[in-house]
């Protein structure tokens, strides 16, 4: 395939073989591609410094078979008990599983799983098949000091899963994953926490048939990692949707909770409010297993309206008119749209060659009316809801937007977004196959903060040549939003990396924003909580750990920073 006397590489394009560690590393379902299009590649290849004979010979690929070297800890009776437990079938001890099971969706896990580097994996591999299994598993562990971790859907981006102290892991999303109750006069489901996303919307959305319905029914949370998350996960990591602005984060959405701990068993009230003092329900969304095991959660749906929908877009000079239309939109107490982004110059210019909008005649539309390259951003959104509400949404978005300098784009931005929001991921094995790493970190801000976070840390990343850094806002609150960084770099040293990436995370905290606004802290952020928080607020927190688990078995080795400031995998 020619584009302008240049060739493609050879992108991969076979699933990867059955028990390898490209199995594992790869985002997605196996035979799903998404490769870049001529335009971002030759893009990047002028950013990154790189020519065509670069990508002549993939490096790293992992398509070798899954050894692990490391022994199991476990006793043959320790063995035996939990088998009998959950049964022979739903217990494993081979290399694959140990290794499968003890990795996420990080920069740093996929390039060790390329070269075979296994990390710490856990001694055995458990699908229960019911909470009744579970509180006999953390018993059983609890009295034999074995430490339990949980998989829930797998697309952890910070370490959650890494087997630290060894034991056993849970996969919740084998047998875990029905809906318990649909209850429409309160407009909610209680779910078990193994449940994935598109099982989720799709039970939701086909109320009437399932549960003889009045209306169809939607969750409102779609994360990036929609496809390949559980609705366990997103409450257990606080997690945000792509149309959170609107629904609101997972710990909106979540009413009440089910537990599994070491002390025994915590299951909080329906209630939509109450004040019978601070909520035990806060006190356990987002704990990252560190408590307990989430086995059922009772989570607020919304009436699944999509013909009303409204998608638009807008082009601004830069960024900082995106930033202060943003503010208006969202301190307008109008309504706000679901989906709401913006980004940055960097990643606007990136976006328009992704969504193929470049060289169109919408992109001849945009230069003719003088906004000029690496410095006009694009904003797009989305209204949900009553068909009126939805009306009033973008009538009101649209008059701020113009207010602002914006130029009105149609909703195509909005519609080629959407076709990929959920593919963009599967561009990462293409680029880590030629040595190109592509990460993100995030950070909740202020509006007050954000100016000084977005230039701190892009800063920061461009001291690095020949980097890209792309960054958008997409979860808006009146008092601030989110700052989504997605780097791009030549990097292929492991240690390397590990340093540039704890620099970011530097740079966040220096200037002023969060640690993490919706990916969560598992063990790689762990070690700057206490600086974050405070050592009171650590103190609180690493107390209710010894109160849900004396002994340390729940998910042990730095997550949350609770036990260790050091890191273990």
């Given at each position: 395939?020619?584009?302008?006397?240049?060739?493609?590489?050879?992108?991969?394009?076979?699933?990867?073989?059955?028990?390898?560690?490209?199995?594992?590393?790869?985002?997605?379902?196996?035979?799903?591609?998404?490769?870049?299009?001529?335009?971002?590649?030759?893009?990047?290849?002028?950013?990154?410094?790189?020519?065509?004979?670069?990508?002549?010979?993939?490096?790293?690929?992992?398509?070798?078979?899954?050894?692990?070297?490391?022994?199991?800890?476990?006793?043959?009776?320790?063995?035996?008990?939990?088998?009998?437990?959950?049964?022979?079938?739903?217990?494993?001890?081979?290399?694959?599983?140990?290794?499968?099971?003890?990795?996420?969706?990080?920069?740093?896990?996929?390039?060790?799983?390329r070269r075979g580097v296994n990390g710490k994996v856990a001694d055995a591999v458990i699908h229960p098949q019911n909470r009744h299994q579970i509180q006999q598993i953390v018993a059983y562990c609890n009295e034999e000091r074995i430490p339990i971790y949980v998989y829930g859907g797998g697309s952890s981006v910070n370490m959650g899963f890494k087997s630290v102290k060894k034991g056993i892991t849970l996969v919740m999303k084998t047998h875990m994953n029905k809906i318990i109750d649909f209850n429409e006069q309160n407009q909610t489901v209680t779910v078990e926490a193994g449940m994935m996303g598109p099982d989720y919307e799709h039970a939701l959305n086909d109320a009437p048939k399932q549960f003889n319905a009045a209306r169809a029914y939607t969750g409102g949370h779609f994360p990036q990692s929609f496809e390949f998350s559980s609705v366990g996960g997103w409450v257990?990591?606080?997690?945000?949707?792509?149309?959170?602005?609107?629904?609101?984060?997972?710990?909106?959405?979540?009413?009440?909770?089910?537990?599994?701990?070491?002390?025994?068993?915590?299951?909080?009230?329906?209630?939509?409010?109450?004040?019978?003092?601070?909520?035990?329900?806060?006190?356990?969304?987002?704990?990252?297993?560190?408590?307990?095991?989430?086995?059922?959660?009772?989570?607020?749906?919304?009436?699944?309206?999509?013909?009303?929908?409204?998608?638009?877009?807008?082009?601004?000079?830069?960024?900082?008119?995106?930033?202060?239309?943003?503010?208006?939109?969202?301190?307008?107490?109008?309504?706000?749209?679901?989906?709401?982004?913006?980004?940055?110059?960097?990643?606007?210019?990136?976006?328009?060659?992704?969504?193929?909008?470049?060289?169109?005649?919408?992109?001849?539309?945009?230069?003719?009316?003088?906004?000029?390259?690496?410095?006009?951003?694009?904003?797009?959104?989305?209204?949900?809801?009553?068909?009126?509400?939805?009306?009033?949404?973008?009538?009101?978005?649209?008059?701020?937007?113009?207010?602002?300098?914006?130029?009105?784009?149609?909703?195509?931005?909005?519609?080629?977004?959407?076709?990929?929001?959920?593919?963009?991921?599967?561009?990462?094995?293409?680029?880590?196959?030629?040595?190109?790493?592509?990460?993100?970190?995030?950070?909740?801000?202020?509006?007050?903060?954000?100016?000084?976070?977005?230039?701190?840390?892009?800063?920061?990343?461009?001291?690095?040549?020949?980097?890209?850094?792309?960054?958008?806002?997409?979860?808006?609150?009146?008092?601030?939003?989110?700052?989504?960084?997605?780097?791009?770099?030549?990097?292929?040293?492991?240690?390397?990396?590990?340093?540039?990436?704890?620099?970011?995370?530097?740079?966040?905290?220096?200037?002023?924003?969060?640690?993490?606004?919706?990916?969560?802290?598992?063990?790689?952020?762990?070690?700057?909580?206490?600086?974050?928080?405070?050592?009171?607020?650590?103190?609180?927190?690493?107390?209710?750990?010894?109160?849900?688990?004396?002994?340390?078995?729940?998910?042990?080795?730095?997550?949350?920073?609770?036990?260790?400031?050091?890191?273990?995998?």
């Open positions: 395939m020619k584009k302008n006397n240049r060739s493609f590489p050879q992108w991969e394009n076979n699933p990867p073989k059955k028990r390898s560690y490209r199995s594992i590393l790869k985002w997605g379902a196996p035979d799903q591609f998404k490769h870049p299009n001529h335009r971002l590649f030759n893009m990047m290849k002028e950013k990154l410094k790189m020519t065509d004979d670069d990508f002549k010979s993939p490096i790293h690929m992992g398509n070798q078979e899954v050894l692990c070297q490391e022994a199991s800890m476990l006793t043959k009776e320790q063995l035996q008990k939990l088998k009998e437990i959950v049964g022979e079938i739903n217990l494993a001890t081979d290399d694959f599983s140990r290794v499968k099971y003890a990795n996420g969706k990080t920069a740093e896990e996929a390039m060790k799983l257990a990591t606080l997690g945000s949707g792509q149309q959170s602005s609107y629904y609101g984060d997972a710990y909106d959405l979540v009413l009440a909770q089910e537990y599994i701990t070491p002390r025994g068993e915590i299951k909080t009230l329906k209630y939509p409010g109450t004040a019978t003092g601070p909520k035990i329900n806060d006190i356990m969304v987002g704990n990252e297993g560190g408590f307990g095991i989430l086995v059922s959660l009772t989570m607020k749906i919304f009436r699944y309206q999509p013909q009303n929908s409204r998608q638009f877009a807008y082009i601004f000079p830069d960024w900082d008119c995106a930033v202060n239309t943003a503010r208006e939109i969202k301190q307008g107490e109008f309504g706000s749209p679901s989906v709401f982004r913006i980004s940055d110059a960097e990643e606007s210019d990136i976006a328009l060659k992704l969504y193929g909008i470049e060289g169109t005649p919408l992109d001849f539309m945009i230069n003719a009316r003088g906004f000029r390259k690496m410095k006009r951003c694009l904003f797009i959104g989305q209204a949900d809801g009553d068909r009126d509400f939805a009306n009033l949404v973008k009538r009101k978005v649209g008059k701020i937007c113009n207010n602002f300098g914006g130029m009105y784009l149609t909703g195509i931005p909005v519609k080629k977004w959407e076709h990929g929001r959920f593919r963009d991921p599967y561009l990462r094995e293409d680029l880590n196959d030629f040595g190109i790493i592509i990460d993100t970190l995030e950070t909740g801000v202020t509006w007050d903060k954000l100016h000084q976070v977005h230039q701190g840390v892009r800063k920061y990343i461009k001291k690095r040549s020949n980097t890209i850094c792309m960054t958008h806002a997409s979860h808006f609150y009146s008092q601030g939003t989110n700052l989504y960084f997605i780097f791009i770099a030549r990097m292929n040293d492991i240690d390397e990396y590990k340093l540039f990436q704890d620099g970011i995370i530097d740079a966040i905290v220096k200037n002023g924003g969060s640690l993490s606004h919706h990916h969560g802290v598992g063990k790689m952020i762990g070690p700057w909580m206490e600086r974050h928080l405070g050592k009171e607020q650590m103190a609180v927190l690493r107390n209710l750990k010894r109160h849900f688990d004396p002994n340390n078995i729940m998910n042990p080795g730095g997550t949350l920073g609770l036990d260790t400031l050091k890191r273990e995998y």
